[in-house]
């Protein structure tokens, strides 16, 4: 089928939001493809979305604010997840709040693993400090700062690095989330409840 037999009727007036989320829509499953932002064509979005090319550029400046829109709504997701499970933790307790945290993150990675994948396999194209600064995944990294914060102001210290405690953090479960999956082993989500309660030993003290 050629490009322009492909390309579907103009949205009306006020539906410019449903294109922009049949763009993302389209390029997650490309990129669940392809692999990598490099590899991605912005004509294949287009076609796959059933609009001209020029269209995407009326949403997105360019293709890395396309993939990193995709991505920012599975982060969203995942954020959204781990602020929900740590509302229902001990509100006077900013360590279990910390604890509820990365349990959602691990429980999250574990129920949804297309996505998750989707997250840390895209390969993404380098750019500048200032523009990474606002990569969706600086979602999780303020989360856990904000929660580091609390702890601190509870008398808790971190130990090591504080800035660097956060990555600390997402390296952490991010790591261990990986090696569940694909180790051959029983799958008991109990052992991953674990791990965070050693990570949160190890890092935290009175």
């Given at each position: 089928m050629s490009d322009s037999a492909a390309v579907r009727p103009r949205n009306p007036r006020?539906?410019?939001?449903?294109?922009?989320e049949e763009l993302l829509r389209a390029t997650e499953r490309l990129l669940e493809e392809v692999g990598s932002e490099d590899a991605l064509s912005l004509r294949a979005?287009?076609?796959?979305?059933?609009?001209?090319?020029?269209?995407?550029?009326?949403?997105f400046a360019d293709k890395t604010e396309l993939v990193w829109a995709t991505l920012e709504v599975s982060y969203e997701r995942l954020g959204q997840a781990m602020t929900a499970a740590a509302a229902k933790a001990d509100d006077g307790d900013p360590v279990a709040r910390l604890r509820a945290q990365l349990r959602a993150y691990c429980r999250y990675a574990v129920g949804h693993p297309a996505t998750y994948r989707l997250l840390y396999e895209t390969r993404q194209t380098p750019v500048g400090p200032e523009r990474l600064a606002g990569h969706p995944a600086g979602l999780l990294v303020r989360s856990w700062d904000e929660a580091l914060t609390a702890c601190e102001e509870?008398?808790?210290q971190v130990r090591g690095s504080r800035s660097e405690a956060p990555y600390v953090?997402?390296?952490?479960?991010?790591?261990?989330v990986m090696l569940w999956q694909v180790m051959p082993s029983q799958k008991d989500t109990r052992r991953l409840d674990r791990f965070v309660d050693e990570i949160l030993r190890l890092l935290l003290e009175r």
């Open positions: 006020g539906q410019g939001e449903r294109l922009r979005v287009a076609r796959a979305a059933g609009v001209a090319a020029p269209s995407i550029y009326r949403h509870a008398g808790w953090l997402w390296s952490s479960v991010h790591g261990r």
